[in-house]
């Protein structure tokens, strides 16, 4: 783990940060598959073993299983373990016995994401198996004391969804985290990924929430799209965490992970209700960070000869469609041009809040050097930017090798400023 400052030269910087951004690069990549996507992805969904949302063995099983050359084998066996664990989650409730079945529970929930994960949204299983992915997970929060609440925010006339996670039944004001997934996650996941286990063991109360055009949200209302002004749904749900007694006004965070990493500090430069910002990583500039490094503008050249690559044809399919734009390649281009709308260049100076980035080596020299650029105009004196390694192993994106020592980094930061002990 290193730290960087403004006066961080290039020569003492890891010799793992090289090479354009991508997932899986670095010692720690488990290559438990050809496919650096489908190995990055599967690191991700093992990561959930930590907070008892995987077990390596179920997973290893799972892998071993799968036709890497058939993708649509990696629904169908993940799907036949998370229905399997599902079964036994119900037997260990039925029979009285609750914390063996919210931790099975959690892992069927887990499960059921991996399998619709790689799913496009035409496909007939996906709302399946994500339905089962969101109920196993609020049949385990419901085992808990306090339980886990289910939650409608208010939202210009219609609601977004999310969890208010309580860290105790004291009913007194505690330090509150908006937790907040970005392009193809869910709040569900935040709970373990997210920092949202990791909070409450800390005496942190946890919202966790989807914005407009994120998986929970889009699904129930497709008119809920992404939009540039994200300091609008945060405004929400700050609204939401600020009705309840047992938040304290002066103590809440946000935390934003990958297309996060621009939601939330954009979030922070217009509601000073934020006291803090993490994201994991700063992302100052969408367009580059997903039009550019998916080659997306490139679809656009009339000697494109294709094919196009799983995460184009995912982002035509399903993201396009979140961000409003629903004729596939006739929108392409509009949507290219939506996307410049989403930057912090320009606004750097209304992020007055202490901010916490996260970055690590295997994103890629443009992704950290885009990171940096912003961070360097930021003056809070609590401002960190903490860049994760090979050495460290947690070089991948958002840390996914190492949840942990990302977490540790994130409340350790966090304690200190909201003096929490």
């Known amino acids: 783990m290193q730290i960087i400052t403004p006066e961080t030269t290039a020569d003492q910087l890891p010799k793992d940060l090289k090479g354009e951004s991508g997932h899986g690069v670095g010692r720690s990549a488990l290559k438990v598959f050809k496919s650096p996507s489908l190995d990055y992805q599967f690191t991700k969904f093992l990561d ?171 699904r129930r209302d497709h008119e809920l799209v992404y939009r540039p002004d994200w300091e609008v749904p945060v405004g929400a749900v700050i609204d ?77 399919e399903e993201y396009l469609p979140r961000c409003g734009f629903r004729n596939g390649l006739k929108d392409l281009g509009a949507w290219i041009e939506h996307q410049r709308a989403f930057t912090l260049r320009g606004i750097e100076d209304k992020i007055d809040c202490p901010v916490l980035n996260i970055q690590t080596t295997g994103e890629g020299v443009p992704i950290f050097e885009g990171a940096r650029s912003v961070f360097d105009k930021l003056k809070n004196p609590h401002n960190r930017f903490v860049l994760f390694t090979e050495d460290d192993g947690a070089e991948m994106h958002c840390c996914t090798n190492n949840r942990t020592l990302m977490h540790h980094a994130i409340f350790d930061w966090l304690d200190d400023l909201f003096e929490v002990r």
């Open 240 to 316: 939401y965490a600020l009705s309840r007694p047992e938040v304290d006004p002066k103590r809440i965070a946000g935390i934003g992970y990958s297309l996060g990493g621009y939601l939330m500090p954009r979030a922070a430069a217009f509601d000073k209700r934020l006291s803090a910002v993490i994201a994991a990583c700063l992302l100052p500039d969408v367009f580059e960070s997903t039009v550019r490094t998916q080659g997306l503008d490139a679809i656009l050249d009339k000697n494109f000869k294709g094919p196009l690559t799983h995460a184009q044809e995912w982002t035509l």
């Open 48 to 218: 959930f073993a930590p907070f008892l949302g995987a077990e390596i063995g179920e997973a290893y099983h799972v892998a071993r299983n799968i036709d890497e050359d058939n993708i649509e084998s990696w629904a169908t066996e993940w799907s036949a373990m998370a229905y399997k664990i599902k079964a036994l989650a119900t037997e260990q409730r039925e029979r009285g016995h609750k914390v063996s079945a919210r931790e099975t529970y959690f892992r069927a929930s887990g499960y059921f994401e991996a399998a619709f994960f790689f799913l496009l949204e035409k496909h007939p299983s996906k709302e399946t198996f994500y339905n089962e992915h969101i109920e196993c997970f609020r049949a385990a929060g419901a085992l808990f004391d306090p339980p886990y609440e289910t939650i409608d925010i208010p939202f210009n006339g219609k609601t977004l969804p999310g969890y208010f996670l309580r860290s105790d039944n004291s009913g007194k004001p505690k330090p509150t985290v908006l937790i907040q997934t970005g392009g193809d996650g869910t709040c569900e996941q935040m709970y373990f990924t997210g920092g949202g286990q990791a909070a409450l063991k800390r005496g942190y109360n946890v919202i966790l929430f989807e914005g407009p055009g994120q998986s929970g949200a889009y």
